[in-house]
C-alpha cells in the first residue's frame, strides 16, 4: 500500500501554488495569442498578480512576527532567515514592476522594449550578490540562479524586440540553449544517480526516495520547456 505521509512529506506548498500560477497564466496567454481569448493582458496576468500578491502578504506576516518577537533577532538561523525573506522580496518587487510594465507596453505599445527590461537589468546583479550570500549561509537558491544567469539574455531578447539588432531569434537565444544543456546534464545526472541507487543494496531507502524524486521533477520541468521552446523557434 502506497504510504501517503512519505509521498507528501516532502510537499513544498509554496512551490505547489506557483506553478499553478505558471500553468493558468501559460494557458490563458496560449489562448490569448491564439485570439480565442478577448481578455486584456492585465487579465490575462492574473495568476501572476495572485502569486506576487502571495509573496507580499507572506513577507508581510513575517515582517509582522519578526517585529514582535525581538528574540528572535537574537537568533542566528532566524536572521538569515529574515534576510533571506527580504531578498526575496525584493527581487519579487522588481520581478513584478516588470510584469506591469510588460502589459503596460502591450497595452500602448508607446516606448521600447529596452526601459520594459530595465528592472531585469537590475535583477540580475541583485542575484550575483544574492547568491553569493546564499551560498555562504547555506541557503537554497533558485529563482535567484535563474535571474543572475540570464542577464545576457534578457539584454539580447530586448534588442531584438527593439530591433536595434536583426539577428534570428535561434541567435538570440544562444544564452538560452547553453542553461537548457546545463539543465539537461542535471537531468541526466540525476537520472544515473537514480538507477545506480535502486541497484544498490546499501543504500537506504529515504535516499532512492529523494533522488527518484529530484529525477522526475526535473525531467517534468526541463523536458516540456525544451520542446516548447525548440518548437517555438
Not at 184 to 200: A, E, G, M, P, Q
Not at 208 to 217: K, Q
Request: aromatic residues 16%.
Amino acid at each position: 500500500m502506497m504510504n501517503l505521509r512519505g509521498l507528501f512529506q516532502d510537499f513544498n506548498p509554496s512551490k505547489f501554488l506557483i506553478y499553478c500560477c505558471l500553468l493558468l497564466f501559460s494557458v490563458l496567454l496560449a489562448l490569448r495569442l491564439d485570439g480565442l481569448l478577448q481578455w486584456s493582458y492585465w487579465a490575462v496576468f492574473a495568476p501572476i498578480w495572485l502569486w506576487k500578491l502571495m509573496v507580499v502578504i507572506g513577507a508581510s506576516v513575517g515582517t509582522g512576527v519578526w517585529a514582535h518577537n525581538p528574540q528572535y533577532r537574537a537568533e542566528g538561523e532566524t536572521c538569515v532567515e529574515f534576510k533571506a525573506m527580504l531578498i526575496a522580496l525584493g527581487l519579487h518587487v522588481l520581478l513584478l514592476v516588470f510584469e506591469v510594465l510588460v502589459c503596460d507596453r502591450v497595452a500602448r505599445g508607446s516606448y521600447f522594449w529596452l526601459l520594459v527590461f530595465m528592472p531585469l537589468f537590475f535583477v540580475s546583479p541583485v542575484s550575483v550578490a544574492a547568491c553569493v550570500w546564499g551560498f555562504r549561509h547555506d541557503r537554497s537558491l533558485e529563482l535567484e540562479v535563474l535571474c543572475s544567469v540570464n542577464i545576457l539574455q534578457f539584454i539580447f531578447i530586448a534588442l531584438r524586440l527593439d530591433r536595434i539588432i536583426n539577428w534570428p531569434w535561434l541567435v538570440v537565444c544562444v544564452p538560452l540553449w547553453i542553461l537548457m544543456s546545463f539543465l539537461c546534464l542535471v537531468v541526466l545526472y540525476y537520472i544515473i544517480w537514480s538507477v545506480l541507487f535502486l541497484r544498490s543494496i546499501d543504500i537506504i531507502a529515504e535516499q532512492r526516495r529523494t533522488h527518484i524524486t529530484m529525477a522526475i521533477s526535473w525531467m517534468t520541468i526541463v523536458v516540456p520547456l525544451l520542446t516548447f521552446e525548440v518548437r517555438r523557434l
